[in-house]
């Protein structure tokens, strides 16, 4: 079983071009049995070391891949460059973004996150909000990275922040069962002040997909504090000034502006922007050569 998930999970990252290495595939690994218990590190090097004595996989300085793949170690090398480039420019957008007005921390996610950034990759920001004010936070962020002309928008993605989901805090994720979001939250890093609760262990879906799900999201080392005096006095003012009044107009605009369909959710508590379904055709690839790996 342990062999199987092994190269499930080899299988899933070879499509992004990204070998693992031994902690990666423990991090990373999916289950192939629903009921499928957790395993040590010491159990998953053992076994990948066995399927490299056998061909099933190979294995090139730390890292691991499927057999004849050993050109995905200089694209991950390449990756790791632009990925330090481009977290370099998510710090200093949160060295800013840290004085905002119920803003209570930021992840970032996707490919960043992952480490297997493209070129033409942009930034995926998961914002956590104040409790009822989620509509004047994303204005205030939005705002934030429209001034600076780093903001996603249209044909504008490279290197730009895409903000495409918002939680106030306290609040439980949307479910969203694939194995691709499950492998999402594995890798979140806390990069807007540390200190915030993240809960993933009390996800149940996510536990559906992975061996080892995460009990809560990774800190980034160079992750930025939230203001303790600037964003209080500025939240204070706009309290003072009828916040109450203010969210509300900020939510009937952003409600106008927002076409809802499938990927797009807009609530009191969750603002969701991935429209379409970008990872459909991804996961038939991997569903496919899935059962090719696994069953030869």
Known sequence: MLEKSILKTLTYFDLLDFPLTKDEVFRYLLKTEKDQDPVTTEQ??????ELVE????????????LPERHEIVQIRNGAERICQ?????????????????????ILVTGSLAGGYSKETSD??????????????????????SQIL?????????????????????GSDPIPAYPVCVALDYASMLVALNPGIETHWGNIP???????????????????????RIIQPILEFIIEFLSAEFWEKK??????????????????????SFHPGDKWASF???????TRTNLNP
């Open 44 to 49: 998953v090097e053992k076994v990948l070391q």
């Open 123 to 144: 930034i995926d920001f998961w914002v956590i909000t104040k409790k009822d004010r989620i509509f004047l936070g994303r204005l205030f962020i939005t705002g934030l």
């Open 205 to 227: 879906w996510i536990g559906e997909n992975l061996v080892n799900p995460p009990e809560r999201a990774k800190v980034w080392d160079k992750a930025v504090k939230r203001s």
């Open 250 to 271: 900020a939510e009937r605009y952003q409600r106008s502006r927002i076409r809802e369909g499938r990927g797009i959710l807009v609530s009191k508590d969750h603002l």
């Open 283 to 289: 996961l038939a690839r991997f569903e496919a050569l």
């Open 149 to 169: 002309g780093i903001r996603r928008h249209g044909n504008k993605i490279t290197d730009r922040i895409c903000l495409n989901y918002y939680l106030t805090e």
């Open 85 to 105: 480039r481009r977290l370099q420019k998510a710090r200093n957008f949160l060295l800013l973004a840290k004085f905002l007005p119920f803003i209570r921390g």
């Open 54 to 65: 056998k061909g099933k996989i190979d294995n090139f300085d730390k890292f691991y891949f």
